[in-house]
């Protein structure tokens, strides 16, 4: 493995290795088609999105990387953050609606 390869590719954000799906899958693979391709109807804001990104890459790598119960805090804080951003929005919402 290149030193580049090691620095962008870590083996904790590979969610199904080469082989078992035709090139591998990728943490990165999943979040730009997950955020990448939004509706309208996946109504959220940049900073909802990195929010979810960040939940979702914590939970992809769980148990590869840090112990578990530092993993499973990282996911809870980025969840409680989100959870406190879509709050504020739904009542500055209320306000122009």
Excluded: C, S
């Amino acid at each position: 493995m290149t030193d580049m390869k090691k620095i962008i590719d870590p083996p904790h954000y590979e969610i199904i290795p080469p082989g078992t799906y035709p090139d591998g899958l990728e943490y990165m693979d999943i979040m730009e088609y997950v955020l990448g391709n939004r509706t309208d109807n996946f109504n959220v804001t940049p900073l909802e999105g990195h929010l979810l990104g960040q939940i979702f890459k914590y939970a992809f790598r769980f148990g590869k990387k840090d112990k578990i119960e530092q993993e499973a805090k990282k996911i809870e804080w980025y969840a409680k953050r989100l959870v406190k951003v879509i709050e504020k929005r739904v009542e500055v919402d209320k306000i122009y609606d």
